[in-house]
């Protein structure tokens, strides 16, 4: 059964902080995604990673950064959190070919205070 | 740029069948998804249709495919308490990666 796991599903934070979003899949995927979910906007790219230490901006990257150092693992970085990236954040990966869909976590909603 | 449009809400009597409609811009997507959502939950993959198709039917699920006016339906008949959730329409990136653009989502509430 394929598994796609978020370190949390809320979290709190405060203005300036640095925050950390983990995510984690078993099905030895090459692609993965970040997205972020607002309301009546659907869900929007930041980044996303073809292979270990690879990396490509998605739609809305600014405030954001991501590792990936091992394959199964893909980590959401907002290097000083502002209250506007308040929202749902869920991750997904998928294999390389054209048939292979996205599976994905359950989401961490985060709040920035 | 590519683009995924859908409307924002939907009621239904519990029953009755339901209509999502979607539209689309990137006339070379490869396939065309329909996902949802429940309450606190991730996305969920419902079906999927490949570009050269029509239709796909899938139990209580019917979609249509019209190329012509990029146009993507999901029907489900019977619709149930249970079915009530965002359901996001999705077409694939053509630039590849497996990359989706993801419309809003339709937010479907079945009321008895």
């Known amino acids: 059964d394929v598994k796609v796991t978020q370190s949390s599903r809320y979290l709190v934070k405060r203005t300036g902080e640095k925050v950390f979003l983990e995510c984690v899949q078993d099905?030895?995927?090459?692609?993965m995604f970040w997205y972020r979910q607002d309301p009546g906007l659907g869900l929007r790219l930041i980044y996303f990673?073809?292979?270990?230490?690879?990396?490509e901006k998605g739609d809305i990257p600014e405030g954001y950064s991501v590792s990936r150092e091992k394959k199964e693992r893909f980590s959401l970085i907002l290097e000083s959190a502002s209250t506007n990236q308040t929202s749902m954040y869920l991750c997904a990966s998928s294999g390389l070919a054209d048939t292979d869909t996205q599976y994905f976590g359950p989401g961490t909603r985060l709040t920035v205070l | 740029g590519e683009d995924v449009e859908q409307s924002l809400f939907l009621s239904v009597r519990e029953g009755d069948s339901s209509v999502i409609n979607c539209t689309y811009t990137?006339?070379?997507?490869?396939?065309l998804y329909w996902y949802k959502q429940e309450p606190g939950a991730g996305l969920q993959l419902l079906t999927y249709?490949?570009?050269?198709?029509d239709m796909k039917q899938d139990q209580r699920l019917t979609v249509l495919l019209n190329k012509k006016d990029k146009h993507l339906s999901l029907r489900i008949a019977d619709t149930q308490t249970g079915d009530s959730a965002i359901y996001f329409c999705?077409?694939?990136?053509?630039?590849?990666?497996?990359?989706?653009?993801f419309g809003a989502g339709t937010r479907l509430a079945v009321h008895p």
């Open positions: 990673s073809y292979d270990v230490k690879m990396k």
């Open positions: 099905m030895d995927h090459e692609n």
């Open positions: 990137d006339s070379s997507s490869t396939y």
């Open positions: 999705a077409e694939t990136f053509s630039g590849g990666y497996n990359k989706l653009i």
């Open positions: 249709i490949f570009s050269n198709m």
